[in-house]
């Protein structure tokens, strides 16, 4: 059982992580705090083998949390969960060994992920290792995927598939989802399980423009894992 803790100072952002982890099996939540002194404090404890650390804490930065971690030599690994868009908390975040970082909002799907990846890096290291699975963990973007239509979910059909896909492969630029079901002429609702479904088999990419009011907008376009794929459908 991995143990998971949470530092985020948003109390019900915090039980959504909670409920979240409580869905996958094989993880468990540990404790969850709000500020940055009861996160160190979290940290150092030994029943916790991961946390999930918010960059902004009560008008502190997260990111002293990480420092502070790698300082003591904290055996302990970190996921990044924030609504910071921007390069230098990334870029701090990877310098200090996160295993993953989250831009709100994030779907469970993503989220899920994220938590399955650590669990195989976890079970990988604690065996013999080969260079496969190595390359597998660090660089699994350079692995292939070829998507059959055979292989599709249950309620994914491969029309509905091709009709987005060739709407996406005819246009360079990002398209938001309102774009996607005009252009694909599919309902919002029927449209976001296939986004989802594309997004978890990277077909697409994803890119968040956050305002200063109201939701953020996302827009997609394909990958170059879609385009090779293309042909199949």
């Not at 143990?3 to 952002?13: K, S, T």
């Not at 709000?34 to 946390?51: F, K, M, N, S, Y």
């Not at 699994?140 to 995927?145: D, F, I, K, T, Y």
């Amino acid at each position: 059982m991995i143990r998971i803790a949470i530092i985020e100072d948003e109390p019900l952002i915090a039980k959504f992580h909670q409920k979240y982890i409580e869905k996958i099996d094989g993880f468990c939540c540990t404790g969850s705090v709000e500020t940055l002194e009861e996160g160190i404090e979290l940290a150092r404890h030994p029943d916790v083998d991961l946390i999930l650390l918010d960059v902004y804490l009560q008008q502190k930065n997260g990111l002293d949390v990480l420092k502070q971690i790698r300082s003591e030599e904290i055996n302990v690994d970190v996921i990044l969960i924030t609504s910071a868009n921007d390069q230098q908390s990334l870029q701090t975040g990877y310098r200090y060994g996160v295993v993953d970082y989250l831009l709100k909002p994030f779907t469970f799907e993503r989220f899920q992920a994220s938590l399955l990846r650590y669990q195989q890096t976890i079970r990988v290291t604690e065996g013999k290792v080969h260079q496969s699975e190595v390359d597998r963990l660090f660089h699994p973007h350079e692995q292939p995927v070829v998507l059959k239509p055979e292989d599709l979910p249950k309620g994914i059909t491969k029309e509905t598939c091709r009709n987005i896909l060739t709407v996406m492969m005819e246009h360079e630029d990002w398209l938001s989802a309102a774009d996607l079901s005009a252009h694909a002429n599919i309902s919002h609702v029927s449209l976001r399980k296939y986004l989802r479904f594309f997004e978890e088999k990277r077909l697409l990419e994803k890119n968040v423009i956050y305002h200063s009011f109201g939701r953020p907008l996302q827009q997609y376009k394909l990958s170059q894992t879609g385009k090779n794929n293309f042909r199949h459908f």
